[in-house]
């Protein structure tokens, strides 16, 4: 019989913690699939953060570290610069850990221009602590700690990272995607892959946001929470290239 699918070789063979619906494993399988293609495993380190994805080392393929919450940038920075170029790096975050605790974190990297590569899990909700408003939670929201829902004068407005860090002048690459049907995963598969590419090619700071699915904490079951990614992230955080920076010689 013709194998038409099979597990990537930039993935464990690990029974998944994650919860049904939850599209944290279409995003490994996008990372591992890509650092396969590339021919890089072997030189990737990977950075785990803290939330839903702490356990992240348990599924990918490659060297992997474990940093304390909001900190997997400075690991990551720490950990390219004293090893060599060919070395690929990456940090693999959620909203809560790179948005919150992780903010001055984020931001310091991308402004100084860090030549690491984040993949950032936006689901907009603490998922793995019991579903607690995050940085990222759109307004009306109800989480466990805005019960009527998010409020913009009691508790300010969802933050757009990607939008922010295209503003610093460190950054080179960053693209939002989602993956909330067949179509889009495909787009972030190569965004993933460009980002990589980005690091590769010693360009700097590079970030993917992936807007992604929490049925157990958004009450909803996977098939409604694809589409409440589509119906209410995407708008207020639209997808797209928020930075691409063309250097001298390159085409525009």
Not at 55 to 74: E, I
Not at 86 to 94: E, L, S
Not at 174 to 196: L, N, Q, W
Request: overall charge negative; charged content about 20%; aromatic content about 8%.
């Amino acid at each position: 019989m013709k194998v038409v699918f099979e597990r990537s070789k930039g993935l464990l063979n690990t029974e998944t913690h994650y919860c049904p619906g939850c599209t944290h494993g279409i995003i490994h399988r996008l990372v591992a699939e890509t650092l396969e293609e590339m021919d890089v495993l072997e030189q990737t380190i990977g950075v785990a953060s803290v939330g839903c994805s702490v356990l992240s080392y348990q599924y990918f393929n490659c060297d992997m570290t474990q940093a304390a919450h909001g900190r997997a940038p400075a690991v990551a920075t720490g950990i390219k610069r004293v090893l060599p170029k060919d070395r690929i790096v990456f940090t693999y975050q959620g909203d809560g850990d790179l948005a919150s605790i992780g903010m001055g974190e984020i931001v310091h990297a991308a402004a100084r221009g860090e030549n690491i590569t984040v993949i950032f899990v936006n689901n907009a909700i603490y998922g793995m602590t019991g579903g607690q408003m995050a940085p990222t939670s759109l307004l009306g929201q109800r989480t466990a700690t805005s019960p009527e829902g998010r409020q913009p004068q009691t508790q300010g407005l969802p933050i757009r990272v990607s939008e922010m860090l295209a503003t610093l002048d460190g950054a080179s690459y960053i693209e939002r995607v989602s993956t909330h049907d067949v179509a889009h995963v495909m787009k972030a598969k190569k965004a993933i892959r460009k980002a990589f590419l980005t690091q590769q090619e010693e360009k700097g700071f590079s970030m993917v946001e992936v807007l992604s699915t929490c049925p157990t904490n958004w009450g909803l079951n996977p098939e409604e929470s694809l589409q409440w990614v589509k119906q209410e992230m995407v708008p207020y955080y639209p997808l797209g290239v928020y930075k691409d920076r063309q250097y001298k010689g390159e085409e525009s």
